[in-house]
């Protein structure tokens, strides 16, 4: 008996790890929404950081441009001016000389507005895009 040793007992098996479960249809859609989401959600933020650099820089070009009007209008002024005094240094009164001016400024409007009014005629509705559009709508209002 003393060669009889204890009997080996073997501990039963653990069951086996559970296989990872397979996504359903609708969690893949959930999951694809959500994604999309996401993806969404980071384009506007990089728009609204390239907007905020872009809209800084065209508000200081507009300053520029605003201020490059201005002293244009003020030389415009000036030239007009200088203008009258070289018609008096010819001999006439400077009130004839400044109604001169006037009047060429008049007649230069006049001109503009009227190639203006020519060019404002020759200005028509997008007739073959309101044709397209009313035969998409057509066609999908359609039954058929």
């Known amino acids: 008996m003393a060669d009889r040793e204890a009997p080996v007992t073997t501990a039963p098996a ?8 397979e996504p359903t249809i609708g969690k893949l859609v959930v ?3 959500d994604d999309f989401g996401t993806l969404l959600r980071n384009i506007i933020a990089l ?6 650099v872009s809209v800084r820089a065209g508000g200081m070009a507009i ?5 490059a009007a201005f002293l244009l209008l003020l030389s415009v002024v ?13 001999g006439l009164d400077p009130a004839w000389a400044f109604l001169i001016v006037f009047g060429g400024y008049v007649l230069l409007a006049l001109l ?9 005629r020759k200005v028509r509705a997008p007739e073959h ?5 009313k035969a998409t709508q057509r066609a999908l ?3 058929g």
Request: positive net charge; without cysteine; proline residues 4%.
């Open 141 to 143: 209002t359609s039954r």
């Open 78 to 90: 000036l030239v007009s001016i200088s203008i009258a005094y070289f018609i008096v240094m010819a």
């Open 47 to 52: 728009a609204k950081a390239e907007m905020k």
């Open 129 to 133: 895009t309101i044709d397209q559009a």
């Open 63 to 67: 300053g520029l441009f605003l201020a």
């Open 112 to 120: 503009l507005a009227f190639i203006g009014y020519r060019k404002i």
């Open 14 to 21: 653990a069951p086996a790890a559970p296989a990872a479960e």
């Open 31 to 33: 999951d694809a929404f």
